[in-house]
């Protein structure tokens, strides 16, 4: 491992766990559907709505959340347009989820089947330096998923009757209506649904040219797989990469502004992430410094230099030079220039300000005021930055606009980091949760299960990793679970839907978990809430 000077750092990336909420409608539509075309040129105005408009809904972006929302449109019989910008499936598909998943799940088995000792434990022997990868094939399998996934998610659009813009659409400054970017034809709607997603953060003094310092933008294309890789910020982000790059053979240094790594994290979580994630691996850190000037360098030829200075008294600390640099450093709203000013929209870096119906809202002032029939789902608002929770909240404003109150629950959404093993989380950190007890006057709980007294974990030679549960001891409501272990991202699913739910840990203890699974992790953290054992 190189060191150069002294300890490694890494920068906060802006991460914020999400809850599902379980949406159901109470009136479905039964006519059938007929197929539109996705043509700006023939868009058909919908079934029976107020002729006054072209559409009852206009969409303005077509990630995760846009797609939510104008599928739930379609299903109340509402005419729908999404205007899609060229970037049909949003981040989430093209840029971020789905291509990142395809790339753990590749290095993935990759590391599994380099891991020598753990295959043995399994009675299974490979001959050193067996295993062998293309990176040119793990490439074409994250972009060919994108893919599939984008032509998935257009024509399921397209089959419901959705009239999808190509263009990108921004408001005008008149109500109701929305430009297509691209062609300049204006279109009217009774409500407008802002969706644009979020763009990576590059802090100033970095400069990205997406070859040697690059945003997760270019990092899911994989064009190499650096000797050395500075990665800033140790987020959801930066620790995905962080363990696609160390199973293709890589080394990493974190460079993180705050003081300890993983700040957004629970501390014991993040301790544990610690030392499963990183201190077992050619990672090292430092913490507690910027990364103040990042410049790239030619492949082959000439490294990046990344100049890094005190975060409290910007003075110089030290100089790195690496073979590549990953920006992980949070995201903003993409929401520049689509007309928000002209509209009566004033934004908090970008953000857009709305209330719990996701109806949005003149600025972030006290007196903000209500601007009619706009609504913002997603990224944008910086409620939750999480793909399924822009889809709820697009599901949500649909309610809204046809007279259905709701609420979305953010407390419910559950958040993933996919790692080996990985981290989930639903609710606050165990640090919030204490200090949620004392300013609203109840008892904090807390009970704990763990990987390794769990046969399946044990037959998988998984057994690292604990479930704790946070739970109100007056009421016995969940209030918040955290995972770290073999497929956490699935397991915080039951607990997600108990925060939603307000089911007690009493209830929880005495339901039946299959066995021998998983989940029995979470069983024995439930009953040990209430003074049970499990088996």
């Not at 307000?502 to 978990?513: A, D, F, I, P, Y």
Request: hydrophobic share 40%; aromatic share 4%.
């Amino acid at each position: 491992m190189r060191v150069s000077g002294n300890a490694v750092w890494t920068i906060m990336a802006m991460v914020v766990p999400l809850s599902t909420h379980a949406f159901v409608s109470t009136h479905h539509n039964k006519a059938a559907f007929t197929t539109r075309s996705s043509s700006s040129s023939s868009l058909s105005m919908s079934d029976d709505g107020d002729s006054d408009f072209d559409f009852d809904v206009a969409i303005i972006g077509c990630g995760v959340g846009g797609h939510g929302a104008a599928l739930h449109s379609r299903a109340q019989s509402l005419k729908t347009a999404v205007f899609a910008g060229g970037d049909v499936g949003g981040t989430c598909v093209n840029r971020g989820c789905v291509p990142s998943k395809a790339l753990l799940a590749a290095s993935g088995r990759v590391r599994d089947m380099q891991d020598e000792a753990h295959l043995a434990d399994l009675g299974i022997e490979v001959a050193p330096g067996a295993i062998k990868y293309s990176r040119e094939g793990i490439a074409a399998h994250a972009k060919n998923l994108a893919s599939r996934v984008r032509g998935n998610l257009e024509n399921s659009l397209v089959a419901l009757g959705c009239d999808v813009v190509e263009g990108r659409g921004v408001l005008t400054g008149n109500p109701h209506e929305i430009k297509d970017e691209t062609t300049g034809k204006v279109y009217t709607a009774k409500d407008i649904i802002l969706a644009p997603g979020s763009i990576p953060f590059v802090p100033p003094g970095i400069t990205v040219d997406e070859k040697t310092v690059y945003t997760s933008d270019g990092a899911l294309e994989l064009q190499s797989v650096p000797e050395w890789v500075a990665i800033i910020g140790s987020g959801y982000i930066g620790l995905e990469f962080s363990d696609v790059y160390t199973a293709l053979g890589s080394e990493v240094t974190f460079i993180e502004a705050m003081d300890k790594l993983m700040p957004t994290f629970d501390r014991e979580i993040a301790k544990q992430a610690e030392r499963l994630l990183i201190r077992d691996r050619p990672i090292d850190y430092r913490t507690g410094v910027f990364a103040a000037e990042v410049t790239p360098g030619i492949p082959g030829e000439k490294p990046v230099t990344i100049k890094m200075i005190d975060a409290k008294t910007k003075e110089h600390v030290e100089t790195l030079e690496v073979d590549a640099a990953m920006v992980a450093t949070g995201r903003v709203p993409n929401t520049a220039k689509m007309g928000l000013e002209e509209s009566g929209i004033e934004t908090n870096r970008g953000f857009v300000n709305v209330n719990e119906k996701m109806q949005v809202l003149s600025s972030y002032a006290e007196d903000a005021t209500l601007v009619p029939n706009v609504y913002c789902i997603g990224d944008a608002n910086g409620k939750m930055m999480l793909a399924h929770a822009a889809s709820a909240q697009g599901i949500s404003a649909i309610e809204n606009i046809v007279g259905r109150p709701h609420v979305v629950d953010h407390d419910a959404i559950p958040a993933a980091c996919f790692t080996h093993p990985e981290i989930a989380m639903v609710g606050p950190t165990e640090e919030q949760c204490i200090e949620k007890a004392q300013a609203e006057g109840w008892t904090l709980g807390k009970s704990q299960g763990n990987f390794r007294a769990n046969s399946k974990a044990l037959a998988e030679g998984e057994g690292n990793g604990i479930a704790k549960v946070l739970f109100n001891k007056d009421t016995g409501k969940v209030v918040a679970v955290h995972i770290i272990g073999i497929h956490a991202a699935d397991l915080i699913q039951e607990c997600s839907n108990a925060v939603a739910a307000g089911t007690t840990v009493q209830e929880l203890s005495m339901m039946v978990h299959t066995h021998p699974t998983l989940c029995e992790v979470l069983d024995e953290a439930f009953k040990g809430a209430v003074g049970m054992s499990s088996h």
